[in-house]
């Protein structure tokens, strides 16, 4: 819940920054000169990128958690079975095997999004963000493009 808390009030924060950003671009396009409104254009795009950034990271965590949920509701969700250090952290030589293990699961079962997403958090225990990444959003995408239909977001308002 603390995770959530501070990721809506960072959220926030990229949002209020956007708008004092944006509300600078339009008043140097307001200002009407040869230099001003192509920087004020220039301005105005940071936001937008900024907005689709947080959009994409919003719906990727939201779609993540939702299948998280799902594994959690079928006792399916990955145990951590990982070993740890005395401070805490998790030992490399034993996330290393986890992740052998899960990609040969995933290799075994290509279509199955449930394998890809034991994978994304084997990756992610592995501390390698990029792959867990791309390993969820296949997760996600398989999820959802199963054929029964179970997996289809409803329509949104």
Same mark, same amino acid.
């Given at each position: 819940?603390? /995770? ?24 140097? =396009? ?18 937008? =990128? ?12 939201? #779609? ?15 145990? #951590? ?9 998790? /030992?490399?030589?034993?996330? /290393?095997?986890?992740?052998? *293990?899960?990609?040969?699961?995933t290799e075994r079962a290509p279509n199955d999004w449930k394998t890809w997403f034991r994978l994304a958090v084997a990756y992610r225990d592995a501390r390698d963000t990029p792959r867990a990444r791309k390993a969820m959003q296949r997760a =996600?995408?398989?999820? #959802?493009? *199963? ?11």
């Amino acid at each position: 819940m603390r /995770d959530k808390l501070v990721y809506f009030a960072l959220a926030a924060v990229l949002v209020v920054y956007f708008v004092l950003v944006g509300s600078r671009g339009v008043l140097l =396009i307001r200002e009407g000169t040869v230099l001003t409104v192509p920087f004020g254009v220039a301005v105005l795009v940071l936001p937008l =990128i900024g907005v689709w950034f947080l959009w994409q990271t919003t719906r990727f965590a939201r #779609d993540a958690e939702r299948l998280a949920r799902e594994l959690e509701e079928n006792g399916e969700l990955p145990v #951590d079975e990982l070993e740890r250090t005395p401070s805490g952290r998790v /030992d490399r030589a034993s996330a /290393d095997r986890v992740f052998a *293990r899960r990609r040969e699961e995933t290799e075994r079962a290509p279509n199955d999004w449930k394998t890809w997403f034991r994978l994304a958090v084997a990756y992610r225990d592995a501390r390698d963000t990029p792959r867990a990444r791309k390993a969820m959003q296949r997760a =996600i995408t398989l999820h #959802d493009q *199963r054929p029964d239909g179970a997996g289809e977001q409803p329509p949104s308002p």
